[in-house]
């Protein structure tokens, strides 16, 4: 597949993987990343599972859960994921484009910056509710 072009199977898929997210009560904000380095599409999740000091980790397994549990398998391998924290500049960035154009519209970036991070451009999802109240991934856990 060309590196340059994102395809509307890979937005299907972070769809899907978006909506499982919400549907066991993680809300998160997403968005593809065409990358000015490498100019590779990377489906950026942020998420308040990264701890303040890049605890990636635990957003990773999480993910790899969802992923997992999935009927069909995506067609984006979790190479082509990153997790951000809400507190990171390209998280921040992300979160603040989805508020700064409420709707249930995707949002076309087309700036070169989200963030510190250098940008081709951007896809960034519609938000997408959590079904219950947890985000820190504890699944109702107090």
Do not use: C
């Not at 999740?45 to 000091?53: A, D």
């Amino acid at each position: 597949m060309d590196q340059g072009t994102l395809v509307g199977l890979e937005i299907e898929d972070g769809q899907t993987l978006l909506d499982r997210l919400a549907a066991q009560g993680l809300a998160v904000a997403a968005a593809w990343v065409q990358e000015s380095e490498s100019g590779m599409w990377f489906l950026y999740v942020v998420t308040p599972l990264v701890r303040k000091g890049g605890g990636t980790p635990p957003a990773y397994r999480r993910l790899n859960e969802v992923i997992d549990q999935l009927p069909e398998p995506l067609s984006l391998g979790s190479l082509r994921i990153k997790v951000v924290g809400p507190h990171e500049s390209v998280g921040k960035a992300i979160v603040e484009l989805r508020r700064s154009q409420p709707g249930t519209r995707p949002i076309w970036y087309r700036g070169v910056r989200l963030g510190d991070l250098g940008v081709e451009g951007a896809y960034i999802y519609p938000p997408v509710k959590a079904e219950s109240s947890v985000t820190d991934g504890s699944r109702g856990a107090s």
